[in-house]
């Protein structure tokens, strides 16, 4: 996701003073994967928790609220709002879509999902609060701006980098803390690839604060680059 276009959101977003109470509708929804798909989530702006399960479908518990504007125009909204898949070879993609793109910095979502933990997982998520727990394949995480927490087994994990353009990027577990390099005093970044699993994990902010935690003792000891 470009940043550019991210900060322009959270700045509507923050700049709207207009609050005419809130609509809302709740999505429930079962999504089958086919032998070797990753899945990726595309998400626009709230709070997402994201679960790495035993199970073999990927499950989304969402409610989408309207949060400003008037009545008449949240209602129309939430109509056409909704959660959608599509399939190719390689990915089953799962994506909030509405009737136009701009509309959407009027949507505020609460939600979990749940995915089967062995699966390699890609998220893109534009401004909120995102947080991944007991995934153990290949990860990439991408928000625009705010708060990224990821805690992963220790010893599923190969490597992690981290990048925040803008904040605080940190590694902790595994008996160590690393926290990011700096550059220019502005941005963060840290790279680890001392584990002794599989995984790699990628997260990046554009705006924020990243954190992986390492939740089991694993072989080997972090370095920052």
């Excluded at 899945?39 to 790495?52: K, P, Y």
């Excluded at 599509?86 to 939600?111: C, F, H, M, P, Y």
């Excluded at 700096?182 to 690839?193: P, Y």
Aim: aromatic share 4%.
């Amino acid at each position: 996701m470009r940043r550019w276009m991210v900060v322009l959101i959270a700045t509507a977003l923050l700049a709207t003073a207009a609050h005419a109470g809130s609509r809302a509708r709740e999505i429930s929804r079962r999504f089958s994967l086919a032998a070797d798909q990753a899945v990726r989530l595309d998400l626009s702006v709230g709070e997402i928790r994201i679960e790495g399960a035993d199970i073999d479908k990927v499950e989304a518990e969402l409610r989408i609220e309207c949060r400003w504007g008037n009545d008449e125009d949240c209602d129309r909204l939430l109509e056409k709002v909704d959660l959608d898949s599509r399939s190719t070879s390689r990915r089953l993609i799962l994506e909030i879509v509405s009737d136009s793109s701009w509309r959407q910095t009027k949507l505020e979502i609460e939600g979990e999902f749940r995915v089967p933990r062995d699966v390699a997982l890609e998220v893109d998520m534009g401004v909120g609060e995102l947080t991944i727990e007991g995934v153990t394949a290949d990860l990439s995480a991408d928000l625009g701006v705010g708060e990224l927490s990821i805690r992963i087994p220790a010893a599923t994990v190969r490597s992690v980098g981290l990048d925040a353009g803008v904040g605080e990027a940190k590694l902790l577990g595994a008996g160590t803390f690393v926290e990011g390099r700096r550059s220019m005093l502005v941005g963060s970044e840290v790279f680890w690839d001392d584990g002794a699993g599989e995984a790699r994990v990628r997260a990046d902010v554009g705006v924020g604060e990243v954190t992986v935690y390492l939740e089991k003792s694993g072989s080997g000891s972090a370095r920052r680059e």
